[in-house]
């Protein structure tokens, strides 16, 4: 049984309340970046939809560069919030969470010292609109299809990685027609709360206090106050 040793999540998740981890420094022998995503210990990733903009209906997933396995983590329903013509500009096909993708959170356990990397496999009408890779020399001609906000490090700090995909690398557009807008799919992959590192180890960061709400009596005839005090920890 593998042991999951790391777990980093997506800023809204913190958001609410659903993950509570800190992630240690990272090594060397870990990436993330558009040669390939590595890490030296099982570690469990969340990413979030962002938004998209464009024609495609598209999937985004992880593939294992070793086996070539792949494993779909968002979906569109639709090509856009929308029903709109491929000559309509207006709204450049906007895709927001909870409608183009219903289901706009995922989480992926990358295996230990195992080569990834991250795909957006698209279609337009039914036709196959071609596949493309953070890994760069995995696509067509060796040309970069994602940009990545930040490298390992923004695992580390909280502020996450924003991955921002351009899928007209495929093969229903021509190079001259390319317009390279990193627009067409919006990931954000883990951010976290930071921790601090003392001498005996992690620290987890206090959470800030609670409001609570209590009525205090005051002198009669004047009815009850309400007043509003931080809760002590």
Do not use: H
């Amino acid at each position: 049984m593998t042991k999951k040793s790391k777990s980093i999540f997506s800023p809204l998740w913190w958001g609410l309340g659903l993950a509570l981890a800190c992630v240690s420094p990272a090594f060397a022998s870990e990436s993330f970046d558009n040669q390939a995503i590595q890490f030296d210990k099982d570690t469990s990733v969340e990413f979030e939809f962002v938004e998209s903009r464009g024609a495609y209906q598209s999937t985004f997933g992880i593939v294992n560069l070793s086996t070539g396995e792949k494993t779909p983590l968002l979906r569109e329903v639709k090509p856009s919030d929308d029903n709109q013509q491929i000559s309509s500009r207006n709204k450049d096909f906007l895709g927001t969470p909870g409608n183009t993708v219903p289901n706009p959170f995922a989480e992926f356990n990358f295996k230990a010292n195992t080569p990834y990397s991250l795909y957006l496999e698209s279609t337009i009408k039914g036709k196959d609109g071609g596949i493309v890779y953070t890994s760069s020399r995995a696509n067509k001609a060796g040309n970069q299809q994602a940009k990545l906000s930040e490298n390992f490090s923004g695992l580390e700090d909280g502020r996450g990685v924003k991955i921002s995909w351009d899928d007209t690398g495929s093969v229903l557009v021509k190079p001259s027609k390319d317009d390279s807008d990193f627009n067409d799919f919006v990931v954000i992959a883990g951010g976290f709360k930071p921790c601090r590192y003392g001498d005996s180890g992690l620290i987890p960061v206090q959470p800030a206090p609670i409001p609570v709400e209590v009525e205090v009596p005051i002198v009669k005839p004047k009815p009850p106050v309400r007043q509003i005090i931080p809760q002590t920890w």
